[in-house]
């Protein structure tokens, strides 16, 4: 533990020293992205390593090998998606959750982790954040069920307004019938008149 300590110490103060390493004349033009690419022209300055141009990247700027991969706590990332991935995972291991995991799952696990002590890396108050997850759940149920009860008066809503509809239909047809017979014995009294009068 000594040594990665030591090694940890060594990395940070490494680190420290180690010059950006950006594409050649991405200083001097807008257009060209600062991530590095290797200098291949034939007379690159940068190429040649001469002296008063960028640095290129080399073995001398690694870190040791022990730590190497290593977190700044000292411990190997492991991806977890499940309950089960967490219990493989050793002393010297952190747990990195899967940003595709759901919010129910992370809950389980956030607590499992607790009860095995294990170190979550992405996550730096795990108390916290399962009171704020676990708010966000009850939220989010209580705005399904209002959507549910809402769903259901809109439906109550349309099948009054439907029956109604019917009713008025029905009673239109009625009124139309009344016309009608009412038109019919207008006519048949206007030609028993004429009959008369003939």
């Known amino acids: 533990m000594k040594d990665v300590k030591e090694a940890l110490e060594l990395r940070n103060r490494m680190k420290k020293k180690k010059p950006e390493f950006i594409k050649q004349d991405s200083y001097k033009k807008d257009k060209l992205k600062k ?4 200098p291949r022209g034939r007379h690159s ?14 073995m001398g700027y690694s870190s040791p090998k022990i730590v190497r991969g290593l977190t700044r706590q000292g411990l190997k990332e492991v991806n977890v998606h499940s309950l089960d991935d967490l219990n493989g995972i050793q002393k010297n291991e952190g747990a990195i959750i899967g940003g595709t995991v759901g919010l129910r799952k ?13 170190t979550i890396l992405n996550v730096k108050n795990i108390d916290e954040f399962i009171k704020k997850s676990e708010e966000k759940f009850l939220a989010k149920k209580e705005e399904s069920k209002q959507k549910e009860e809402e769903k259901k008066k809109s439906k ?16 239109k047809t009625e009124e139309e019938q009344n016309k009608e017979a009412e038109d019919r014995a207008k006519e048949e009294a206007r030609k ?3 009959q008369q009068a003939v």
């Open 45 to 58: 300055k940068m190429r040649l390593k001469l002296k008063g141009h960028k640095f290129q990247p080399s």
């Open 156 to 171: 109550e809503e349309a099948v009054k307004r439907a029956e109604e509809k019917k009713k008025e239909e029905e009673k």
């Open 106 to 118: 992370k809950i389980g696990i956030f607590k499992k982790a607790k009860e095995i002590k294990v």
């Open 35 to 38: 991530n590095w690419r290797q």
């Open 192 to 194: 028993r008149s004429m």
